[in-house]
């Protein structure tokens, strides 16, 4: 009954955009921080990017300055505004809850309450 979904995914080009969107149901978030993985094939699963239910963020070296966490509590959903992409970008991303969450525990993955189905990157030429 409650569940994340992600939406947003597709296939771009290099240097391209996308915004992937975290809906959430069943619960609301405002009493949640939500992450933002990936995972390519043969990698380990990494954080992307986070964000607390007031509004700190933290983003991964490899993608900050590039990529823009955010949220809108009227319609319960987070989003992950993806620009300057890279082939190396191409991954699953996975968006996830935590509960009270804050910037120091968002890393650890195992702390996370509900986790979406996930949504497809694939930045290729």
């Known amino acids: 009954q409650l569940q994340l979904v992600e939406s947003g995914g597709g296939l771009v080009q290099p240097g391209g955009s996308l915004r992937l969107s975290c809906a959430a149901s069943g619960f609301t978030l405002d009493y949640y921080a939500i992450g933002w993985f990936r995972q390519a094939p043969g990698k380990e699963r990494e954080g992307v990017s986070c964000?607390?239910?007031?509004?700190?963020?933290h983003y991964a070296g490899s993608v900050k300055g590039r990529f823009t966490i955010s949220r809108d509590y009227a319609k319960n959903t987070v989003y992950l505004q993806m620009n300057s992409l890279k082939p190396e970008d191409t991954a699953v991303y996975y968006c996830?809850?935590?509960?009270?969450?804050?910037?120091?525990?968002?890393?650890?993955?195992?702390?996370?309450?509900?986790w979406g189905q996930g949504t497809q990157v694939t930045v290729s030429s």
């Open positions: 996830a809850s935590q509960f009270l969450g804050t910037i120091s525990t968002m890393g650890d993955r195992s702390l996370y309450d509900y």
């Open positions: 964000i607390t239910n007031d509004g700190r963020t």
